[in-house]
């Protein structure tokens, strides 16, 4: 893939981050898109160090005119898009009585509604370049309960857009899927369960353990392993996959 160019969303940190660096050893150029510069900083000479030449990008995808800024910075730059992962999103874990509009609205702006934007405003340039998206779903999807029902609709319907893009994409020559990943051991996630665990009278340790016993899996998963999906999606290899919805969740799901 030497000369490609990738455009992470989400590349701050977690899988975003891990999937930035993973495109960094196959030799892509990475725009690097999150919130917060600081962390994004970190990721650039991580990238650089793989052996990438990264643009780091410091906006909030919620907003309208990001997608714009994204996309013509990396054309003045590179001149091409050969990959779109649509990582970012993070959606509030709030129980479904007690979410607000304003926390709804907020977790579909920028997970659902950012990844739109940005894919429709990328897809001439994919065109061009036969090129590949990829967008960030989640297990709470197909299995959703009350405590994560804004997360389980956001990704429900990601994967929904996703579906209606690669039939676009069968026309205009572009590759588009969707991953489920199920739980990864994000910093993120570990925030989540140093609030949890107290409110539960148990410790970190405890609440890291409870989890994959509860749903029935060996452990967590990391970043690394779904970036190293995300990477063979957007590859020569798999260029004959459009349209899927790929899961990769350690057996939590245990529907066919």
């Known amino acids: 893939m030497k000369n490609a160019v990738a455009i992470v969303t989400g590349a701050s940190q977690g899988i975003g ?6 495109l960094a050893r196959d030799f892509y150029a990475v725009v690097l898109a999150a919130r917060n510069a600081k962390a994004l900083e970190e990721v650039m000479a991580a990238v650089q160090q793989a052996g990438a030449e990264p643009i780091p990008l410091a906006l909030d995808l919620s907003q309208v005119d990001a997608a714009e800024i994204v996309v013509s910075t990396t054309l003045e730059r590179f001149g091409r898009i050969d990959a779109l992962l649509n990582i970012a999103g993070a959606v509030p874990q709030i129980d479904l009585f007690e979410m607000t509009d304003e926390q709804w609205h907020a977790g579909m702006e920028l997970k659902l509604h950012g990844a739109r934007r940005l894919t429709i405003r990328a897809w001439d340039a994919l065109k061009q370049s036969k090129g590949s998206v990829v967008f960030m779903s989640g297990s709470a999807s197909l299995d959703p309960k009350p405590a994560f029902a804004a997360v389980a609709a956001t990704n429900a319907a990601i994967t929904a857009l996703a579906k209606a893009f690669a039939e676009q994409g069968i026309q205009d020559g572009i590759q588009v899927n ?9 910093g993120r996630r570990h925030s989540f369960l140093e609030k949890w665990a107290p409110a539960h009278n148990m410790t970190v340790e405890e609440a890291i353990k409870r989890f994959p016993e509860e749903a029935g899996i060996s452990r967590y998963g990391q970043p690394e392993e779904i970036a190293e999906l995300l990477g063979f999606m957007v590859s020569p290899a798999a260029k004959w996959m459009t349209g899927s919805s790929i899961r990769m969740d350690g057996g939590e799901v245990k529907g066919i």
């Open 17 to 22: 981050r891990s999937t930035a660096i993973r």
């Open 178 to 186: 969707s991953i489920v990943p199920g739980a990864v051991m994000t």
